[in-house]
């Protein structure tokens, strides 16, 4: 894998790092390290040691108290000299980067470059790739000075100020990547142009879109729906690129819409460059949430969602919410006398179907895309709520349908 920054290619083995704060607790804190650790495995990367240290905030100087970072240097430095990738799970400033870097000695990455990474090597087309190489130019951008942090300013006789090579490259080097981020967006205003005619020309038909965290199953979803192969596996952020395909439900057609999955704490330049993409979610008639039942932190995968929809301006529409995965649904059954309150993982499907649908009524389904239990339950919800948008726009359709219905 090749780090954006640097141009340097990183070796197999990383080392994860996370904090526990008052706002994070360290069951929090286990949970988001375990996804950045599948993180990690997605970018090809194999994570072999975890940090964790109890902070009030985290250092402004090197994230991590100056201990732990000597622990950490020790390890990477002495037991694991192959771990030359150091991730840490919240974004780095410049100063924190440098800091860590002259003490490591190593690649260091945060979550952000991590996930930028990703997207990097998943985008296929010429819109995914210009939108990531956008949100990749716009994160380097103020962390520049980490880069010629080594060229120190000279200084002339008579105390004038001469500049060095460090502070030419960097101004150089500044120059080039606003230009660059000038025509990245020019390129992309262009391609949303092509889009906004692309989605007028596919006509009045309801437009339905598969929304959700990232590797809940929407692309599997997806394929099970529209008949049609749609590319799907177990890693995160495997689809970039919007999908759409026509879908017909008891001969009532629709257009259903796959998009990139969402993910906790993800970068602010991604959103903002993924809008275009993310316009098929705003220009949705009906919203298809999909959420993962067997993950331990499915309720805050959901609430992740929600956030997101918001900021994209996507949450006032009809949402069927899907509960994915069943199949590998587990939960830990409490003995009969024990009287401690029950957690998240005491809850049964029976239950937790039974909270989640008495407070949805029917916009609420627990289904398999795997082994396809409930499908046929899930396209007639569908169709309910495309049927009822698809009259109001077309009211002189609503005799055929009765008639239908009588049938």
């Not at 490591?104 to 945060?110: E, Y």
């Not at 985008?123 to 000075?145: G, S």
């Not at 809008?275 to 919203?287: C, G, I, P």
Request: with cysteine; aromatic share 8%; charged share 30%.
């Amino acid at each position: 894998m090749r780090d954006f920054i640097t141009g340097e290619t990183g070796c197999g083995s990383a080392v994860l790092v996370g904090l526990i704060t008052p706002g994070q607790s360290a069951e929090k804190v286990s949970e988001y390290l375990d996804e950045l650790s599948f993180l990690a495995e997605t970018a090809g990367l194999v994570p072999v040691k975890r940090f964790v240290q109890r902070m009030e905030a985290p250092g402004t100087a090197t994230f991590v108290g100056k201990g732990k970072l000597e622990e950490i240097a020790l390890f990477v430095n002495g037991e694991a000299e192959g771990a030359c990738t150091v991730i840490f799970d919240d974004e780095l400033s410049a100063r924190q980067l440098r800091n860590i870097e002259k003490t490591l000695k190593v690649r260091i990455m945060d979550r952000t470059s991590l996930i930028l990474d990703i997207f990097a090597m998943r985008a296929q087309t010429a819109h995914a790739r210009a939108q990531v190489e956008l949100a990749q130019y716009q994160y380097l951008l103020p962390r520049l000075t980490r880069m010629w942090s080594h060229l120190e300013r000279q200084r002339g006789g008579g105390g004038t100020v001469m500049r060095g090579p460090g502070e030419t490259q960097l101004e150089s080097d500044r120059r080039m990547i606003l230009d660059r981020i000038s025509r990245l967006k020019q390129e992309l205003k262009e391609i949303d142009r092509q889009k906004s005619v692309q989605r007028k020309n596919r006509g009045k038909l309801v437009r339905v879109a598969l929304v959700g965290y990232t590797n809940v199953g929407k692309s599997t979803l997806m394929t099970l729906l529209s008949k049609s192969e749609v590319f799907a596996e177990n890693r995160l952020f495997a689809t970039l690129d919007t999908t759409v395909r026509k879908v017909t439900v008891e001969n009532l057609p629709f257009l259903l819409t796959d998009t990139v999955g969402f993910i906790r704490k993800l970068p602010a330049h991604l959103i903002e460059s993924f809008k275009s993409t993310l316009d098929e979610v705003r220009e949705a008639d009906v919203l298809v949430h999909v959420a993962d039942v067997s993950h331990p932190a499915f309720e805050e995968q959901i609430a992740v969602v929600e956030k997101t929809l918001c900021e994209i301006d996507g949450r006032e529409k009809p949402v069927i919410t899907v509960f994915n995965k069943i199949d590998a649904f587990s939960h830990v059954a409490r003995e009969e006398d024990d009287l401690t309150p029950k957690r998240r993982e005491n809850y049964s499907l029976d239950e937790l179907r039974q909270t989640w649908m008495s407070r949805m009524n029917e916009n609420c389904l627990f289904i398999s895309a795997r082994e396809k239990v409930n499908i046929d339950s899930l396209k007639q919800i569908i169709y309910d709520r495309v049927k009822e948008i698809h009259v109001s726009r077309f009211p002189y359709n609503d005799f055929l349908y009765q008639l239908y219905d009588g049938e």
